[in-house]
């Protein structure tokens, strides 16, 4: 089970990894995807593309039981918190400049400016960073576990380190299911707006239902973002809520490596709905594969005579 287990997580990062670096590429290469509700979104594929090479190589090593001291383990514990609270504030950042957008149209370029943007973008990281570091600061299980010594080395476990009420009441309650609240509640004040003002529109005035017809498309888009992250890690956070509240279930086993996977899955997930779901990075994601991917060479056939039927492109893919 543990090697199905590591495995799926090899899947997963190498997945995340390639599918959130390639958002980052399109962003880079079209200027369409140059918008401050993109900038949240390249803070968000960054997260998720950590997931892939930090996060998931250490619930691997947590997993397989390496022995470390206390603050090592302490540490490997926290870098996987502050990653999943990036996510959940950069979501909530989506969600308020898209509300505003629809809100105030007409005032929001000189609002939301991408300098605004990018400094959201660092306090999110940094909001992500304390939250996420707090166990550091003394809110751990130094005194409790008896594991009191740096040079003391013992079997590394999540919970061997983690207090659960931080866990639960300060992390989940308080930093992941309250912004989670909020940011579901501005995208039902969204699409009420944009209903509410397309039932307003004169049937000729044709500028304004494409452009309330494209934000309602985008947000869409990304509420299903937003839904399938809250997918991914409530289960693993109503686990942790139930053996705080009720010990005798602590014991979960498989169920909650189920729940760190799916957690782990939710990073791979999002270049998908943006390809599927968003035409500029389906544009961008296509052209990335036909200018760096590919390599065409035309073969013309003849016929007997000499005179030109017909041309093939021979495709064949290489970096």
Same mark, same amino acid.
């Given at each position: ?17 390639l599918?959130?670096? @390639?958002?980052c ?5 079209n ?7 993109f ?34 383990? !302490? @540490? ?6 502050? !990653?999943?609270?990036n996510?959940?504030?950069? !979501? ?13 149209p ?7 400016t ?7 973008v ?9 939250? *996420? ?15 009191n ?6 079997? $590394?476990?999540?919970?061997e ?9 300060f992390?989940?309650f ?20 944009i ?36 997918? $991914?890690?409530?289960p ?5 809520t139930?053996s ?12 909650l ?14 270049p ?14 296509l ?7 590919? $390599?065409?060479?035309n ?6 005579? *000499? ?8 495709i064949?893919?290489?970096?």
């Amino acid at each position: 089970m543990e090697m199905v287990y590591i495995a799926m997580e090899v899947l997963i990062a190498v997945t995340s990894v390639l599918g959130n670096v @390639l958002v980052c590429w399109a962003v880079t290469i079209n200027r369409a995807l140059r918008e401050t509700t993109f900038c949240f979104i390249v803070s968000l594929a960054l997260a998720d593309i950590a997931v892939g090479i930090l996060a998931i190589p250490l619930a691997i090593t947590i997993s397989i039981g390496l022995h470390t001291n206390f603050y090592s383990c !302490l @540490l490997m514990s926290c870098v996987l918190i502050v !990653l999943t609270q990036n996510s959940i504030l950069s !979501l909530l950042a989506i969600a308020v400049d898209r509300y505003l957008r629809v809100k105030i149209p007409t005032r929001y370029r000189n609002i939301v400016t991408k300098k605004r943007a990018w400094i959201t973008v660092g306090i999110c990281w940094l909001a992500s960073v304390l939250n *996420g570091m707090t166990p550091l600061f003394g809110w751990n299980r130094s005194s409790e576990s008896g594991w009191n010594f740096t040079n003391e080395y013992k079997k $590394c476990g999540f919970q061997e380190v983690i207090r659960m009420d931080y866990l639960v009441y300060f992390n989940f309650f308080g930093w992941l299911l309250l912004p989670l609240v909020i940011t579901f509640s501005l995208y039902a004040e969204l699409f009420w707006i944009i209903r509410k003002q397309g039932k307003m529109m004169v049937p000729n005035a044709t500028d304004s239902t494409r452009y309330l017809g494209k934000e309602y498309k985008l947000a869409v888009s990304l509420a299903l973002v937003l839904c399938l992250f809250a997918a $991914c890690w409530l289960p693993l956070n109503l686990m942790n809520t139930i053996s705080y509240f009720c010990p005798q279930y602590s014991n979960l086993g498989i169920p909650l490596s189920v729940g760190i996977l799916l957690s782990h899955a939710n990073s791979a997930v999002n270049p998908v709905i943006y390809a599927w779901r968003i035409k500029k990075f389906r544009v961008s994601f296509l052209q990335i594969w036909n200018q760096y991917f590919q $390599c065409k060479n035309n073969i013309n056939y003849t016929n007997n005579y *000499g005179g030109q039927i017909g041309k093939e492109t021979m495709i064949s893919c290489s970096v």
